[in-house]
Every structure is written in C-alpha cells, then in structure tokens.
C-alpha cells in the first residue's frame, strides 16, 4: 500500500502536470481528447511539448533506433522521434480513437514512411525490437512491465516521464527547471552464475560467481589454488566494469578493475590498466 507521503506526492505532480496542459488535447476536427479522461489503466495526459527532445535526448536517439512509445496517446512521441532523428518508431496506445488520431496526426506529419501507431494492449503487443523505450505510465504500471523490459536485448534504452522503475534504480535522472522529472535506465546483461575465467595475470583458470540486481552485481572469484577474493561491479547495457579484490590477502597479482563485454554465454575484454592482456570467460554449465 502506498504511504500517505508518496501519494500525496503522486497527487501534487499530476496536479502540476494538468495544470501545465490545457483542458483539451491536441484533437483534429474528429476526436478531441480531454486531458485527464480515463483510460484502460492510466488516465490520458500528454507528454508536454517542452518535454519531447529532453526525453528523447536522454536516450540518444539517432536514425539507426527504433523507438516504440508505451501508451503513445495522440503519438507525438513516435513523430517526434522519426521527424527530429530520423528514427523509425512505433506508438502502443489502447484507446482506439486516440490510436486513430496519433495515425492522422502521422499523416499530417508525413512521416508514415517511418512512423506506425498500432491500436493495442502494451502488456499483450510484441516490442522486442525496440533500441528504445518511452513511457508515461504511473509507477506502477512501470513495475509490472518491467520483467518483460529486463528480458529485452541488453543496451536498450529506456526513459520515463515522471515515473520510477520501484527497485531497479535508473542509471541517469535530468530534472529541469520547472519540468517532471525524466529517468533513464540501460537494459542490463544477464550475467547472474558461475563463470570460467581465462588469461588474468596469474595464470590458470578461475571460477567467477556473480549475482546481479539489475545493472549492479557482487560476488566471489576463485583460483586454482583456492584463494577467495571479492568482487563487485556494474553493468552498462552489455558492458561490465567489475573491480576485484585486490587488496585482500593473496590478491597483489590481480589486476583491480577488469573490463569486459558480454555476449550471451561469453565475456571477453581486458584489464582496465593492461589493455594488450586479453581476459576471457564462459558461462560454467551444471
């Protein structure tokens, strides 16, 4: 159950949010929406003007992307994106005649060449393929999606209007003057398990335990001779910076931080101090 502090505080920035929108939405002669009108989960308030090339920025949208909005209302999101970055982009949104608006307003924009609105439920549509994700949920909208967003390619971008992620804490918060707060967070590897290391300065082989909590991972790295060091390291996306216990005991000979790129069942990368030295690693099966 919430707190009375956190919903008050839901309560205060949807007030500013509404005062910060007109009365009407961006309708066209055949639909108007009404700010604050019901919807299947979310009530519909747009994402404002001034908020559309921060959000976007914030996840460093190029042409090369595909941008899928979660719950794209009139779709100015998905238009933004394809006319501003070039991006080809996709708008998920319930509501059939907001969806049918957002497909006029993309006609109007001439940008359907790049741009698809898609009338559908966010929890049953098939956005895998996004580079990035843009959302405007509620919270708790956002912790019951984000199971299905952890298990997207990693490196994926995801940036909310207003809202958190509950426990996977963003990588990166903008707040500008006057303005929601935006988040953004990198999908991480899965790096959870054993791994077998190779080509560390020691020589031999090592066994690397990592459990993981998002984009943060801890654990125990063993030698051939037994010795136990700690570890802890986080993740960009698949990219994993993972400081060792060097300074335990029995660790002089060990590199402190290493840097590695994981794909799939393997990691390959370097020392952060020897770059020449390559360190490999697979995923140990049971």
């Known amino acids: 159950m919430q707190s009375p502090a956190r919903r008050t505080a839901l309560v205060t920035l ?3 949010t509404l005062a910060a929108c007109s009365t009407g939405g961006a309708g066209d002669e055949t639909y108007r929406p009404l700010v604050g009108q019901g919807g299947k989960d979310v009530m519909w308030v747009p ?17 090369d992307d595909i941008v899928y909005d979660l719950g794209s209302g009139d779709g100015k999101i998905p238009i933004w994106a394809a006319r ?67 298990a997207m390619r990693p490196g994926t971008r995801v940036v909310s209007n207003s809202f958190g992620m509950g426990t996977w804490e963003p990588d990166r918060t903008v707040r500008l ?5 935006l988040f953004l967070w990198i ?26 909590r998002h984009q943060v991972v801890s654990g125990t ?3 051939a001779e037994r010795r136990v060091r700690p570890v802890e390291g986080r993740l960009d996306g698949a990219r994993l910076a993972l400081d060792l216990g060097a300074g335990t ?16 069942d393997v990691l390959r990368g ?17």
């Open 221 to 223: 790295l063993s030698d």
């Open 47 to 63: 994402t404002l003007d001034t908020l559309l090339l921060p959000m976007l920025e914030l996840a460093a949208v190029t042409a």
């Open 177 to 181: 003057p006057e303005q929601n707060p």
């Open 14 to 16: 949807l007030s500013a």
């Open 270 to 286: 370097a020392p952060a101090s020897d770059a020449a030295r390559t360190v490999s690693g697979r995923r140990a099966r049971p």
């Open 249 to 264: 005991a029995g660790g002089a000979g060990l590199p402190r931080r290493l840097l590695l790129e994981v794909r799939d």
């Open 187 to 212: 999908v991480p590897a899965r790096v959870a398990g054993d791994w077998t290391l190779e080509g560390l300065p020691e020589g031999g082989r090592a066994t690397l335990r990592l459990e993981q």
């Open 84 to 150: 501003r970055f070039g991006a080809r982009a996709v708008g998920i949104e319930y509501d059939a005649q907001l969806s049918a608006l957002a497909q006029r307003n993309a006609v109007r924009a001439g940008v359907t060449d790049r741009v698809k609105m898609v009338h559908g439920d966010i929890f049953k549509e098939d956005f895998s393929s996004a580079t990035v994700l843009t959302l405007y949920l509620g919270e708790a909208l956002n912790e019951k999606i984000r199971p299905t967003i952890l």
